[in-house]
């Protein structure tokens, strides 16, 4: 929950970002970011949980802050179920409508995601209207040059999606992506997170953990996250290595060896990460990987593999 009845924000799992339920609108309400695929029932159930209890049958329309696969993996379920629009960035919007996978990053990342249908573009400098409440679309690209957040002035509201998080910001897609003019990206996160600080919300309901008023910690955690990557990037290219590691884990809960080396393998940004890294053994920067995980206490290894802790 926020602290306005009109707007729900429903954490969830690291592998699915939240889901905000935007209410008080006679035409339903707008639901934005949908969670991973393989938590599309959860997403369903938690939409008609939301339409059940404000007496409406359908949302408005789904929104996604960008197309990462976390944040727009249940869209084709719930316009198969309620046959509601879609809105989206604009600079996704082609990709999206040709459903290009290697535009979209999918395939990329070796992650999945159901076609879903693109209807309208949300685009930065419009205002999303929604009963009493007016939502600005603001650019905020560094973890993804197509990303937005949504703010509304009077209540004081971000949705910050993976522009900032509590402790933290997303991995920085276009620093790892083929031909990256490295440290460009870095240079946009630092403008996203200057406009955060102009626009001041009391409250930010982000893409992943939970919702924060403390912006200047919040600020001040994310500029020396920054600053740590900008010093040497490699260590970004490590961080972003592990944590799509994780999300993998996160998806099938174990892997044998000779698995986990295979999708590591036929996974081009990891390809690319290990070339960032300096690693010619692919064995050698897969047990890395494993070791630095385990010694967050995130996840166990032994002879047959590795699982997620509990």
Known sequence: MSDHPQVQFIERGWLSANMIVLGGDTRGPLVIDTGYASHAQQTLALVEQQLLEHGHTAPRALLNTHLHSDHCGGNAQLQARYGCPLWIPPAEFEAAEQWNEAALTFRDTGQRCERFTPHARLQPGDTVEQGTMQWHVHAAPGHDPASVLLFEPRLGLMISADALWERGFGIVF????????????????????????????????????PQFSDLAAALQESRSRLAYFRSEPVRHALHAAKALLMYHLLEWRQRTWPELQTWLAETPVQTRLREQAGEPDAARWAQGLV?????????????????LRG
């Open 174 to 209: 276009p620093e790892i992506a083929p031909q990256a003019a490295l440290g460009a990206a870095f240079d946009e996160v630092e403008q996203t997170l200057d406009l955060i600080q102009a626009l001041s919300p009391r409250r930010v309901l982000p893409g992943h953990g």
């Open 291 to 307: 070791v630095g995980l385990t010694k967050t206490g995130q996840v166990a290894a032994d002879e047959a593999g590795v699982r």
